[in-house]
């Protein structure tokens, strides 16, 4: 099985040109957003399009449920499909999808830019921003069952063939998510600090969380860096209570925001007798 992907920011048209893609690398199966597609069909998977919240939504594409993520790989192995083109905003997102899905490595990564001129790509994103406009690379019959937002009109892609004769090859739908709706959603950095405070000291070992820093550029593709200082009780291995702490750390960061925890830096400056 091949896997390529399909990469560009938010808005940028890559739902819009997947089959166009998938036409001219003879792909058979298109992961995005959620949904398993396969020959304009969906197969398993739930679209991030019908979530109520942004955070929803970003959680759904890169398929932290589990249940999720199991029903598409059971889907995976069912349709054996021959080549995968998997969309994502970065090539970390589409790694991260790659590692949950059980997916083969990548063999092929395509830019929004190689595909689309800098006019068009800003065509799109006036279509998100004002509009509220997302498309997903199905017909409206195959949508209609998984999705509860808003759906505005069918848009069907020719693909044009010496002598003026056109071949058909697919349909897609526009659609407006309930999210879309709220605007543009920001966490501020001291939720995050809250929550990293509780995820360390849950553990007996560690009383107390000092100097907790959060960089965070609010661009859920470059991730976030998170520092802080530990009190750990004597007598234990500080290396692995310390390791420990950072899996948490990231695990339940990105659960309860859907944002990409990048790094996790704990310095232990402190021993408890207590």
Known sequence: MDVIALVGASGTGKSHRALVVAHEHNIDTIIDDGLLIKNSKIVAGRSAKSESSKIMAVRRAIFMEEAHAQEVREAITNVEPNRILVLGTSINMIEKIIKILGLPPL??????????????????RESRLKEGKHVIPVPTIELKPHFSGYLI????IFFKKPKSRRRKIGEKSIVRPIFS???KLLISDAVISAIVDYVTTNDPQIPRAHQINVKNSH??????????DVTVKYGNSLWDIAYQAQGRIKNMVEHMTGLVVKEVNISVKRLSTD
């Open 107 to 124: 063999n092929k990564v395509i830019m929004i830019e190689d595909i689309a001129t800098a006019s068009e790509i800003n065509i799109a």
């Open 181 to 183: 709706y709220y605007g």
């Open 153 to 156: 009109d069918p848009l069907e």
């Open 219 to 228: 661009d859920e593709e470059k991730g976030i860096s998170i520092s802080l």
